[in-house]
């Protein structure tokens, strides 16, 4: 099972920018939906950004425009370039893992363990 390490996590002041990256253990050219979700203190996790194996995306719309997520298959990593970052932004950024194996006939999800981002003055 392909294993996700997150860093690029850290403190920010509004307006400001970060940039996520999702490195893979394997290969990532095959796994359909590469995606990151967050969540903050009191609430459910989120979808933020989704990117398909045939490079269509779909973002939250509280992050439209502003987030932009990216797949390197040679590099097995996933980005997410954070612009225009505001207080609410604040949460623990996990980056997701979505594929069909036939084998078991469903979807399987693998989750990193989170970066944290902080969008505060």
């Known amino acids: 099972q392909v294993q996700l390490v997150e860093s690029g996590g850290g403190l920010v002041q509004p307006g400001g920018s970060l940039r996520l990256s999702c490195a893979a253990s394997?290969?990532?050219?095959?796994?359909?939906?590469m995606g990151w979700y967050r969540q903050a203190p009191g609430k459910q996790r989120e979808m933020v950004a989704r990117?398909?194996?045939?490079?269509?995306?779909n973002y939250a719309d509280s992050v439209e425009g502003r987030f932009t997520i990216s797949r390197d298959n040679a590099k097995n990593t996933v980005y997410l370039q954070m612009n225009s970052l505001k207080h609410e932004d604040t949460a623990v950024y996990y980056c997701?893992?979505?594929?069909?194996?036939?084998?078991?006939?469903?979807?399987?999800?693998?989750w990193g363990q989170g970066t944290q981002v902080t969008v505060s003055s």
């Open positions: 997701n893992a979505n594929r069909l194996v036939l084998e078991l006939g469903r979807w399987v999800d693998t």
């Open positions: 394997e290969t990532i050219s095959s796994i359909h939906y």
């Open positions: 990117n398909h194996i045939s490079g269509r995306t």
